[in-house]
């Protein structure tokens, strides 16, 4: 996890005795759900993502953890969010804003306009350049919410 | 005698004329991730327009949308929920919920575990309960989203809660039931008696878990969303009778006063403490609160 949040540009403080895993999936939880949580717990207080053959996915609940501080950050307009949430890659006239990385293959987190946490993406081109096309691959996006549920 | 015939005589003899319903669509406000004001401006800014719902809180009905409510960006952040206005009525009864312990013991899909986390603005615990993976996953799902942050979901069985050796101050019971027909066009053809009692059985059975793991000056609140006496009123009657438990009064604007004459059967007479809801604006519904009637001897 800590390695997920470096490539972000970005550091997160996490007590680990508040850390739960069950089944290769991680928590944050508070001292109050601490003391009552047992082994065979399903799911519990601060979803931050799973492992899966050696590799980190962050919850949508880590990466706006992340957001919170400094980070690589990329700030959508409006029509960019509904097609990014659709799971499409981000054209560079859609974007208002960048904080940290502008390297290619960087990662970094999408926000709305109210500097919410939409995902996450990878930086395709360098974010400096003039280009026609995506500049931007869609990694990681809220839409997954209802795909999950198909 | 059709299963509609059956079924709507014995509503008609309750003191409900059957008439087909169009429920409005509605959604509960997520204040522990923003304010009512800006998500309303928002919402009305894509051309979602909202009707306050006079009877709840966070509750508003949908007037008008050009899209599904349920794809919004706001809605995929947590800032609302899908709720059925009278489904968001059993959360709200519990006299104080901040700082308590809550067990919602049938939760899955997690509408009233995100709103019951809501109300507690995240402080305290709740321990949400269900079974089945595809049923725990959509709960999952749903605490994600919406950024709740107290809740531990075990996946157990509401008739095992004593399991978790622990006491709660508030317990919800949205038992399963067996729904009603202005949320399923198709309940006629899918519903017979043996059904409905099969239910109530079920539901007692929950009900006595309950009565022994909520704590002495603790709440109970039942509901579940069927017409059929035997889920509601008969079975509070049957739990004041046999688990110790009271009714206690809900102060709502909405709904009727419940039933204390089932088909001739007189009943416990506070039980028009509960309210039973038939369907309209809303779908049906049954909410009832429980305490207990004496403490229990250590």
Redesign the interface.
């Known amino acids: 996890m800590n390695e997920f949040v470096t490539r972000l540009g970005a550091t997160i403080r996490l007590d680990n005795s508040l850390v739960a895993e069950t089944r290769n999936r991680y928590f944050l939880l508070?001292e109050?759900?601490k003391k009552?949580?047992?082994e065979?717990?399903?799911?519990?207080?601060?979803?931050l993502g799973k492992v899966k053959g050696n590799i980190f996915f962050p919850?949508?609940?880590l990466l706006?953890m992340i957001t919170e501080g400094e980070a690589n950050k990329v700030t959508v307009d409006e029509k960019t969010?509904?097609l990014f949430?659709c799971g499409r890659d981000i054209f560079k006239q859609g974007i208002m804003k960048v904080s940290g990385s502008k390297k290619k293959g960087d990662l970094t987190l999408i926000l709305?306009m109210h500097d919410?946490s939409?995902g996450l993406g990878k930086i395709l081109h360098a974010l400096e350049e003039e280009r026609k096309g995506a500049t931007i691959k869609n990694i990681l996006d809220?839409?997954d919410?209802?795909r999950?549920?198909r | 005698m059709s299963p509609k015939e059956f079924f709507t005589d014995r509503y008609q003899r309750l003191g409900w004329a059957y008439s087909s319903v169009e429920v409005r669509q509605a959604i509960r406000i997520n204040r522990s991730n923003i304010e009512q004001s800006s998500l309303i401006k928002r919402l009305e800014s894509k051309g979602i327009k909202l009707e306050r719902i006079p009877f709840l809180e966070n509750g508003y009905w949908i007037v008008k949308s050009k899209f599904s409510v349920g794809a919004t960006p706001e809605y995929l952040l947590g800032l609302y929920s899908i709720q059925e206005a009278a489904a968001q009525i059993p959360a709200s009864v519990f006299r104080e919920l901040k700082h308590r312990t809550v067990l919602d013991a049938c939760a899955a899909p997690g509408g009233k575990t995100v709103q019951t986390a809501d109300l507690m603005q995240n402080t305290g615990t709740v321990i949400a309960l269900d079974v089945e993976n595809r049923r725990l996953a959509a709960l999952s799902n749903q605490l994600e989203r919406c950024r709740v942050k107290n809740t531990v979901v075990y996946a157990l069985d509401a008739r095992r809660a004593s399991q978790l050796k622990m006491r709660f101050d508030c317990v919800l019971l949205d038992v399963p039931c067996s729904g009603n027909l202005a949320t399923d066009k198709r309940w006629f053809l899918r519903r017979t008696i043996k059904d409905v009692q099969r239910n109530a059985a079920l539901q007692r059975e929950i009900l006595t878990e309950a009565a022994k793991v909520v704590q002495d000056d603790g709440e109970i609140v039942y509901s579940t969303c069927s017409l059929e006496p035997e889920e509601d009123e008969l079975n509070i009657d049957w739990a004041i009778e046999n688990l110790d438990l009271q009714t206690e009064k809900i102060s709502l604007s909405y709904g009727e006063r419940a039933l204390t004459n089932v088909f001739g059967k007189e009943l416990d007479d506070s039980i028009e403490n509960c309210v039973r809801i038939w369907p309209g604006q809303t779908q049906g519904f049954f909410v009832c609160k429980l305490k207990r009637r004496h403490s229990r001897r250590s």
């Open positions: 508070s109050d759900l009552v949580l047992s065979d717990f399903f799911y519990a207080g601060i979803y919850s949508f609940n706006r969010e509904w949430i709305n919410e939409l809220i839409g919410f209802l999950r549920e």
